[in-house]
């Protein structure tokens, strides 16, 4: 129905109320909106505001269509006002950038609290290098806290390779059972693609072995366990992870069995065999040669036996030609 004053006019209602009700219409729908508004984000944007977080309504407002946790982003934001880490002009910390963090799925409380940390024990790790170890899947916090207070790993690790110690020979040929224990700290600058604890493990394991190898007599290692460690430190078995082996301690030496007694006497008696099995090759070689001789011996009396047989058929044939005496006597 088309707009009529005349019909307004007609009825009692003039063109000044009509706009009024129109202007208080609009300021109800405002008034309504900013009610939502205020009890949707109030206490969150208060809070924020109390804490100089300096996060806007309208940003709330967009959290909430871009499918981002406010309340994850207000606290985590104040965290680190309060730390006094958001506003620093070289790792400061924005709202646009804990968005961007909690929609690539990182843990955003985790990050700042590895920031904190860090911050707190003198480290330097800004929100960038601290995202991206997050977004790498490795624990960012956890590795801060590695690097103020190291810990301790065993080598070898009982609950994955199902060892309890390290098997390794010396040059005497007697075995030694090790179990070492190795102080590993985070080193944050190769924590992002250096490689992990296994690594680390396995190098410390074979370069004990390969010291213990090295060592003329296992006495020398039951003497000076220290020089192992030494040895180990020396190579560098830290390099491309991510962390920095503080120390390596020998934690227990066991002398095993001597298995270069068992070896010899395993050799020994290898050489055994080998012997009897040579004297019956030979033996073997001489009884064919003795049945060879014997074959011979029967062939030679064979042709003997056919030489006599042709004694006879001669006689008869020199009989038949009259050469059995030689040549006839000269007639007188």
Same mark, same amino acid.
């Given at each position: 129905?088309? *707009?009529? %004053? ?6 009692? /209602? ?31 944007? *208060? ?17 909430? *269509?871009?499918?981002?946790?406010? =309340?994850?982003? $207000? ?7 309060? !730390? ?23 843990? /955003? %409380? ?7 940390? !860090?911050? =707190? ?34 080598? %070898? ?13 010396? =040059?005497?040929?007697? +075995? ?7 102080? /590993? ?14 690594? $680390? ?21 039951? +003497? ?19 962390? +920095? ?11 095993? @069995?001597?298995?270069? !007694? ?15 099995? =040579?004297?019956?090759?030979?033996? !073997? @070689? ?5 049945? +060879? ?30 050469? *059995?005496?030689?040549? %006839?006597?000269?007639?007188?």
């Amino acid at each position: 129905m088309s *707009f009529c %004053p005349e019909l307004l006019l007609a009825q009692g /209602v003039s063109a000044g109320d009509y706009t009024g009700y129109i202007i208080a219409a609009v300021v109800l729908m405002f008034v309504f909106l900013a009610v939502v508004v205020v009890m949707l984000y109030g206490k969150l944007w *208060f809070q924020a505001y109390m804490s100089n977080a300096q996060v806007r309504v309208l940003s709330l407002i967009g959290m909430t *269509f871009r499918q981002v946790n406010a =309340r994850v982003i $207000v606290q985590s934001k104040i965290m680190a006002m309060q !730390a006094g880490v958001g506003t620093d002009p070289n790792n400061g910390i924005t709202t646009g950038e804990l968005e961007a963090l909690y929609l690539a799925n990182g843990n /955003v %409380p985790n990050v700042i609290h590895a920031i904190i940390a !860090a911050h =707190r024990a003198g480290m330097d790790l800004d929100f960038d290098r601290a995202a991206a170890i997050d977004l790498a899947g490795r624990d960012v916090l956890e590795a801060v806290r590695t690097s103020v207070h190291p810990k301790v790993i065993d080598c %070898p690790d009982p609950q994955k390779s199902g060892k309890t110690t390290l098997s390794a020979i010396a =040059r005497n040929g007697v +075995e030694l059972k090790i179990r070492a224990r190795v102080t /590993v700290r985070t080193n944050l600058e190769q924590l992002i693609g250096g490689a992990t604890e296994d690594t $680390v493990i396995a190098r410390v394991g074979e370069g004990i072995i390969t010291s213990i190898g090295s060592s003329d007599s296992h006495l020398q290692v039951l +003497e000076n366990p220290d020089l192992i460690s030494k040895a180990v430190l020396d190579r560098g078995l830290d390099a491309q992870t991510a962390f +920095e082996i503080v120390s390596i301690d020998i934690a227990d030496i066991d002398v095993g @069995e001597n298995v270069g !007694a068992r070896l010899q006497a395993d050799q020994a008696e290898a050489d055994t065999r080998v012997a009897r099995a =040579r004297a019956e090759q030979r033996r !073997a @070689e001489a009884v064919a040669r003795e049945q +060879e001789m014997k074959a011979r011996v029967a062939e030679n009396r064979a042709k003997v036996i056919l030489a006599e047989a042709e004694v006879p058929l001669a006689m008869a044939e020199a009989f038949r030609r009259g050469n *059995f005496y030689g040549n %006839p006597p000269p007639k007188s």
